[in-house]
């Protein structure tokens, strides 16, 4: 009498651990497409690290947690392309006529070689449009940017943008 194989209990298995395993990577790939705000509801070391650098950059603690959610919002909680690759926190330009501390222009937008000369650069932005030094909420902050044609997008979006951000890492978080 022959002897059966159980060959095909082994083939099943193996079938299955690698339908298994399929299953998984294809959750693992498609929930970060399904959920992108995922990044967005994290708070990360560099919004933390960018707050402590507003602060001591000369900014009050009211205006730094202003401009880390500004920041946040710009670059997508710094995950953005022009944050990673250009150490820029505002989206700015290369500016033609005032001083800078910007190395050069990448992607449309100014390069800097660490996220402290970002900072700068943005003060002196702030010193040559005559901001105010203060401002106490995302509203009287947002329609500022907004008189001084800051930005393109909807003020709407661009204040939610900022509010969620604000929220999320001194609101909800201290």
Do not use: C
Not at 24 to 32: E, G, I, N, R, Y
Not at 120 to 135: G, M, R, S
Not at 136 to 163: I, R, S
């Amino acid at each position: 009498m022959k002897r059966k194989r159980n060959s095909g209990n082994l083939h099943i298995t193996l079938r299955g651990l690698v339908f298994y395993l399929l299953l998984v990577w294809l959750f693992l790939t498609q929930s970060k497409r399904m959920n992108p705000l995922t990044k967005k509801n994290i708070i990360n070391d560099t919004g933390l690290k960018v707050f402590h650098l507003l602060q001591t950059s000369g900014f009050s603690a009211a205006m730094a947690k202003l401009l880390t959610a500004q920041a946040a919002h710009e670059t997508g909680n710094f995950t953005s392309k022009i944050f990673k690759e250009n150490n820029n926190l505002f989206g700015m330009k290369l500016p033609k006529k005032r001083k800078t501390t910007a190395t050069g222009e990448r992607y449309g937008h100014a390069v800097f070689k660490n996220i402290a000369d970002s900072i700068q650069d943005y003060k002196i932005y702030n010193k040559v449009l005559n901001y105010l030094p203060e401002y106490t909420t995302v509203d009287t902050f947002v329609q500022t940017l907004v008189q001084k044609n800051y930005f393109e997008a909807n003020p709407e979006e661009y204040k939610k943008g900022m509010n969620f951000f604000y929220n999320l890492y001194f609101v909800n978080n201290g």
